[in-house]
């Protein structure tokens, strides 16, 4: 079996859909044993801790267009929703639209990434 390089790794993860990664990550978990959670404690909490001061506690993320690929958008808001098919599609057809509300700013953040990699534009409030 040939060695994948990182960049070969990197391309081939770039084309796999929000919940395409979410199992990849699970199934990676399951075969070495490990978690992809953040680490507690620590320099990062205090950081992290430390934005949250400055910054809102809960914020909204609104769908303001979406795209070239509205497909991928769909699935993406799917997978972070919880949605239905039929009940992401009439979400994504209504945009602009809170997609979800009163989230933490690092989960709209991450929420936000993957959305933009599906190909829609956000804002988050």
């Known amino acids: 079996m040939a060695k994948l390089t990182k960049e070969e790794i990197i391309a081939a993860l770039k084309e796999m859909t929000v919940v395409e990664l979410n199992e990849l990550v699970k199934a990676v978990e399951t075969e070495f044993g490990v ?16 934005e949250e001061q400055k910054g809102p506690t809960e914020v909204s993320l609104i769908l303001k267009s979406v795209g070239a690929s509205k497909v991928q958008v769909i699935k993406a808001v799917q997978a ?10 009439k979400l994504v057809d209504g945009a602009p639209v809170p997609v979800k509300e009163h989230i933490s700013p690092v989960e709209a953040e991450e929420h936000k990434k993957a959305l933009e990699a599906a190909g829609a534009e956000l804002e988050i409030k």
Do not use: F, S
């Open 35 to 50: 978690t992809a959670a953040a680490p507690v404690g620590g320099p990062v909490v205090q950081v992290e801790e430390a």
């Open 80 to 89: 972070i929703t919880g949605l239905g098919l039929m009940e992401a599609k």
